[in-house]
């Protein structure tokens, strides 16, 4: 029996059913992204990155993670280390990371975008693979935009707060780019009802942008449905949260204003 090369162009297609749906259908198709977390200043200026540490570890919390579990010290994942030290220990932790789709999507960026397929990223490629990537990333061809035309990317959805006044969203919608970039609602400080020092400062500024001033249920309602038409009106059309538990208890409207009331005063409510 013979032996796929990895990465091969039917990577992952078994049967010739799913080799003829995807090469006859779906591998032109252009890529609607629904969730991301790229920088949409980044996309308005048409950021150059210096290193391929910028591109990929400046903001992927799925790669600190991965590391983090790895063993490897934060000043490595958000810290301090220069750009070489942060993406040797990526390196070191990526063979680590096999049958995770870390794995695949490493190789895939570098075999589609850098044409690096002779080698698997690790602690010994890494010098090799940082230096030939950084070369290409400093050039105009792969500038942000650039980049995601390479991709074939047709529409993109950011991840903006509330309180956001999406400025750089309407800048790329009055200068028409041909990908369509879009925000997406995340009110996730919403849910630090249990931390006053990050909730009240956010619900201040949610009190600030929507003109409304919060001070039980009712207002705190009215302010995001406020935020909800503004993100609407600037082509946003999703939500999305995310949630480290999913604690719920019932309670009456009465309660909920209760609730909101004692974490307005800077008091840290009952888990009860």
Known sequence: MSIKPFLSEDFLLDTETARYLYHEYAEALPL???????????????????????AWLDNDHYKWRAMRWNGIEERFCTGPAGDYERFSAWAET???????????????????????????LNGDTAESIYA???????????????????????????????VSGLTAHKALLEENFEIRVLPTFRPDTLFAVHDPGVFLPWIRELGRVSGIKIKDRLSLTAALKQRRNFFHDTEC??????????????????????IIKKVLAGKIPDKK
């Open 32 to 54: 609607f992204d629904f969730h991301s977390h790229l920088s949409i200043e980044d996309i308005v200026s048409d950021r150059i990155f210096g290193s391929i540490t910028e």
């Open 94 to 120: 990526v063979p680590h990371t096999i049958r995770n789709p870390l794995f695949h999507w490493t190789h895939i960026e570098l075999k589609r975008y850098f044409n690096i397929s002779d080698r698997l």
């Open 132 to 162: 030939e990537t950084c070369q290409m990333l400093k050039t105009r061809e792969y500038s942000v935009r650039n980049l995601l035309k390479k991709m074939n990317v047709d529409v993109l959805c950011t991840t903006d707060d509330p």
């Open 237 to 258: 059309r999703l939500a999305d949260h995310s949630l480290d538990s999913f604690d719920w208890i019932p309670s009456t409207a009465k309660e909920a204003d209760a």
